[in-house]
């Protein structure tokens, strides 16, 4: 077996830093620990309940290994191709200096310029194309690619004095064009300069890449006669209150191509300046390849078939069970889940259940235990759904225990837990409004008490008087029937 980037293999040593890194990260908020209050943290995060690390890394080395190996370019066959499709690689130098402003061109020799390159990007089409432009300093505005709408998106963009600097270095910009086709390791090459400006470090360095196997081809844009150079403000460039001419420096542009193994045509209105610069083959060992006649041995790479297999476990870390329910899937008859069942898990199912009001069917699907208690509550299961939210420490937490603490009868509970919910949060309007609710619903029950206490007492209170003058009234009685009748008056004493 080859492969064809065994360099990915050692990316298997990182693996065996991954328990250090897994058990340093469990620790409650990791890095985010450090910047987050741990308050807010707790209820930001989701934490991982009733999970295997142990099982967690063996589904991660599963996947881990699978991707290495995939990315080291499994392979067992080799295919035989051809080097260059059509053409040769290209990278287009375009001069976007002060001097092309100058307007001995119609309607300019920047204009100019850009169509002439519309028209060679077409004649070769099919290989790979790059684009710098350059003023005093080179800039690769597109990198070579086969794609030339990516060239031509960016031409009408282009601009006279867009790179800065007056006089234009062309010696720069070819070696940066070298720099381009060596990392596309091309096979030859070329490079077309159009460009109004050449000096003797530009012949110098057109040598140096014709030595290395590159052709460098000229399209001169202007003319002899030349005009003012225009700046971008729309002024004209002086020197010592003279207007800059600009004229073509043939000379310098012919040696420029001839010491780069190239053609030098001037620029013209028809297409003879095109087809001079396109007839140019690339460089040494180039022609052959350029009409597919080189043939390269290339392995068929097996990589993305075994990055394949990394789906089934990967979803093992979505979807607990679902290799068991696609089995069971396999007997329609039997099988009774909808397909929401089947991506959906029971916890979520319940949540829904929850949020849209309805009673879930139990709440020990859930391991968290803030839905678990939700659950209970809406089950009405209250003290149950206070065990819950009791494992919590945070202000919501609090906030519900206290509720449900309520619902089960346990006021004093209720308000003690409302109370510490506030020191945490003391902005949270429900948990203050159902404390002072239950304290006045206290107080209400306090002063009930207290008035029917007192009630009572006065009732016994009464009870006894009454029975006081009851006894009383009773002696009275007896006394009465003991004595003798007295007269009424002194008359009726004398009668007798």
């Known amino acids: 077996m080859h492969f064809s980037r065994p360099e990915w293999a050692l990316a298997l040593i990182v693996f065996a830093l991954l328990p250090l890194l897994a058990r340093k990260t469990r620790s409650v908020g990791g890095a985010w620990s450090k ?154 090459g070329r490079v077309a300069v159009l460009g109004a400006f050449a000096d003797a470090s530009a012949v110098k360095a057109a040598k140096r890449l014709k030595e290395n196997g590159f052709t460098v081809s000229v399209l001169g844009i202007g003319t002899t006669e030349g005009a003012p ?70 392995w068929k790479d097996l990589g993305a078939y075994f990055a394949a297999l990394i789906l089934p476990f990967m979803a093992l870390g979505f979807r607990r069970g679902w290799l068991g329910v696609l089995l069971f899937s396999l007997f329609p008859a039997q099988a009774q889940a909808s397909w929401t069942d089947f991506w959906q898990r029971e916890d979520y199912k319940a949540a829904v259940r929850i949020t849209q009001g309805q009673k879930p069917e139990s709440a020990d699907v859930f391991q968290d235990f803030d839905w678990k208690g939700a659950a209970q509550y809406k089950s009405e299961d209250y003290q149950a759904a206070a065990d819950s939210f009791a494992k919590g420490d945070s202000a919501e937490n609090l906030y519900n225990y206290g509720n449900a603490l309520a619902h089960a009868g346990k006021i004093q509970d209720a308000i003690k837990a409302y109370a510490a919910a506030l020191k945490q949060d003391p902005n949270h309007a429900d948990a203050a409004f159902n404390k002072k609710y239950l304290e006045d619903r206290l107080k209400q029950n306090q002063s009930n008490q207290n008035q029917n206490q007192k009630q009572k007492q006065d009732k016994q209170r009464q009870g006894a008087q009454n029975q006081s003058q009851n006894a009383q009234n009773a002696r009275n009685g007896q006394s009465g029937q003991n004595q003798k009748p007295q007269p009424q008056n002194q008359n009726e004493q004398r009668q007798n």
């Open 229 to 298: 150079v225009q700046l971008a403000d729309g002024n004209f460039a002086t020197v010592n209150g003279q207007a800059v001419l600009s004229s073509l420096p043939v000379k310098e542009l012919k040696q420029t191509a001839a010491a780069g193994g190239g053609v030098y045509r001037t620029v013209s209105l028809d297409e003879a300046d095109i087809d001079a610069l396109s007839a140019v083959k690339a460089g040494r060992g180039s022609s052959a390849a350029a009409d597919g006649k080189i043939k390269a041995d290339a």
């Open 35 to 188: 910047i987050c209050d741990p308050q807010l943290l707790k209820a930001l995060l989701i934490e991982s309940r009733g999970k295997s690390l142990f099982g967690q890394l063996l589904l991660l080395g599963v996947c881990w290994g699978l991707a290495v190996f995939a990315l080291t370019g499994p392979a067992v066959e080799k295919l035989p191709q051809p080097t260059f499709s059509k053409g040769a690689d290209v990278v287009y130098l375009l001069d976007v200096s002060p001097l092309m402003g100058a307007r001995d061109l119609k309607p300019s020799r920047m204009e100019r310029a850009v169509f002439k390159l519309y028209d060679l990007l077409q004649r070769n089409a099919g290989a790979q194309s790059a684009l710098v432009l350059y003023a005093s300093t080179p800039f690769t505005a597109v990198p070579l690619t086969p794609d030339l709408k990516m060239i031509e998106n960016v031409l009408p963009t282009v601009q006279v004095g867009l790179m800065g600097g007056t006089v234009p270095n062309l010696a720069a910009a070819l070696d940066e064009a070298e720099v381009l086709l060596r990392q596309a390791k091309a096979v030859g």
